[in-house]
């Protein structure tokens, strides 16, 4: 048995012995947005995902309680005058969950393996900032040309293709973290397996049992260990929200991740002030095939988004925690000004149907032509399922007809990652880093991780280009409103609502702060019984 496993074995059995006594112990019981698909870090994309890898990990930067972004592994760090350039000074008592120091070199690793063509990472355009992480991920030159480098053990250096104005925030996904470099040589894929993944942040993992449960316990080497007051995170998949409310209300969950929206109002007449609302940056948006006909067609996308009427949507079955969504981009993000909004958005809903059927006609289908037949996918959730049939009704009314495929998350999120068919589906973007890039250029071309429905536009790509580009903030603002007003000519992608977040928050869990990122730290909250 080599040394650092040795170590890590050590490790695991230290916790174990030290929460022996399960008085002792304090456990978060953790509604969790859905099941992982894994975690091997370069392979997620889903928010429930990156909820656990946060517990994890530690990156460079981090957020904190508030969603502010904050030191990490770096506990300083400096840029060049021409924004090209970051020093990250690491902490010198950066330990990984057997013990080993986190060094400097682990990041390089960990940047290099996401670039490989061969680790198939979906999410991996995240860092094409960085010096030739885009030739690397398309095959066009070797890792080892990726501008990060290792100083000493305790330097690491950053060199960017052009100046990020957000690349900072950028270090705060997943894609960001560190990897330690022996377990994944020895184990290859099955690295993230318990027993074998070695983490650096407040948690190890212990267990992870499909469809039930994944356990993480507090690593006794984690540099802020003795401030982290949560002994063990229990998360559970949530899918059925209103088997995870009657959950939370038998004291058998702290929090859950979502709620029934239309109950709101009984669920605010039982549980007070432990409903938890907020805004959240993110789209609840419907992807279009637009690889195949009649998708391919814009009048057909068009007819099919401007009958959608949204305000009764936002309002019926979401109880007004969600927002109508006439753009792309939600408004209030960073670095944008006003989104660009759909034509019709003032437009009465009885003339917005009127059009629709208009331009279905003009494509072939209604009175006198075939019948517009839709396959619309969604993952199982009984707010979807709500919103899909409603969307469904508003379709029939200019003589759409529609059938359901229904799935869990895992199946259906990597459904639509590994190039599935379909003909519309569901999906919801919950940004990264707030920027309008983190949005639009899920539909650039070439993003084969996101852009599902295959959407091709050079003047909309030619655009992101330019943007990327562009060092001027207020200039860079214009082009990608540019690229948004084109994406809502086209809707390659139809936005519905614009996110909210709604929590089941027990008066136990201390330390929840609601925020724009959605993020929640276990390690900066507190359960007092």
């Given at each position: 048995m080599s040394s650092w496993l040795k170590r890590t074995a050590f490790a695991v059995l230290a916790t174990v012995a030290l929460m022996g006594a399960a008085t002792a112990e304090v456990v978060y019981n953790r509604g969790n947005d859905a099941e992982p698909e894994t975690l091997d870090a370069h392979k997620t994309s889903t928010v429930g995902e990156g909820h656990i890898l946060r517990d994890l990990y530690e990156g460079l930067v981090i957020h904190n309680a508030k969603g502010e972004v904050v030191p990490g592994v770096a506990e300083k760090w400096e840029m060049s005058d021409d924004g090209k350039l970051y020093r990250f000074t690491l902490r010198a008592n950066a330990k990984w969950s057997n013990g080993d120091p986190v060094k400097a070199s682990d990041f390089v690793f960990a940047y290099r393996r996401i670039m490989s063509p061969e680790t198939g990472a979906k999410y991996a355009n995240i860092l094409y900032p960085i010096l030739n992480a885009e030739k690397i991920n398309k095959g066009q030159a070797k890792p080892e040309e990726l501008g990060v480098t290792a100083v000493d053990d305790h330097t690491l250096e950053i060199r960017l293709e052009r100046p990020t104005p957000y690349f900072i925030q950028l270090l705060t996904h997943q894609t960001g973290l560190p990897l330690h470099p022996p377990s994944v040589e020895k184990?290859?894929?099955?690295y993230v397996k318990p027993?074998?993944?070695?983490?650096?942040?407040?948690?190890?993992?212990?267990?992870?049992?499909?469809?039930?449960?994944?356990?993480?316990?507090?690593?006794?080497?984690?540099?802020?260990?003795k401030n982290v007051q949560i002994d063990v995170v229990m998360f559970y998949p949530v899918s059925d929200l209103a088997a995870a409310t009657r959950r939370f209300q038998a004291g058998e969950l702290h929090s859950t991740p979502d709620i029934p929206a239309d109950q709101m109002k009984s669920l605010k007449d039982r549980f007070g002030s432990q409903v938890v609302l907020g805004p959240y940056l993110g789209v609840w948006a419907l992807p279009v095939n637009t690889s195949k006909p009649p998708?391919?067609?814009?009048?057909?996308?068009?007819?099919?988004?401007?009958?959608?009427?949204?305000?009764?949507?936002?309002?019926r079955i979401w109880s007004e925690t969600m927002q109508p969504a006439y753009s792309f981009v939600p408004p209030g993000i960073g670095n944008y000004g006003t989104p660009a909004i759909a034509e019709y958005k003032d437009m009465a809903p009885i003339e917005r149907e009127d059009r629709a059927k208009e331009l279905l006609k003009e494509a072939g289908f209604g009175p006198g032509g075939k019948q517009l037949k839709v396959e619309l996918r969604y993952n199982t959730l009984d707010n979807n399922r709500n919103t899909v049939v409603a969307i469904a009704d508003m379709w029939k009314r200019i003589g759409v007809e529609t059938s359901f495929i229904n799935t869990d998350a895992k199946t259906h999120f990597a459904y639509l990652r590994d190039g599935g068919d379909f003909d519309i589906a569901r999906y919801g973007w919950i940004g990264d880093y707030s920027d309008p890039q983190n949005f639009l250029f899920l539909l650039e071309s070439d993003n084969k991780g996101f852009n599902y429905g295959k959407w091709k536009n050079e003047e909309?790509?030619?655009?992101?280009?330019?943007?990327?580009?562009?060092?001027?903030l207020k200039k860079r603002a214009d082009i990608l409103l540019k690229a948004e007003q084109i994406f809502m000519r086209e809707e390659p992608w139809i936005p519905v609502l614009h996110y909210g977040t709604k929590n089941l928050i027990s008066p136990k869990l201390i330390g929840f702060h609601q925020n724009l990122r959605g993020v929640y730290p276990s390690r900066f909250l507190q359960i007092k019984e």
């Open positions: 184990f290859g894929k099955d027993g074998n993944l070695v983490s650096n942040g407040a948690y190890m993992l212990a267990e992870f049992v499909p469809n039930s449960h994944i356990k993480v316990v507090k690593n006794p080497y984690f540099h802020d260990a998708f391919n067609d814009v009048r057909v996308r068009k007819a099919l988004s401007m009958v959608i009427d949204r305000e009764d949507i936002a309002e909309y790509d030619a655009l992101m280009k330019q943007a990327a580009n562009e060092t001027d």
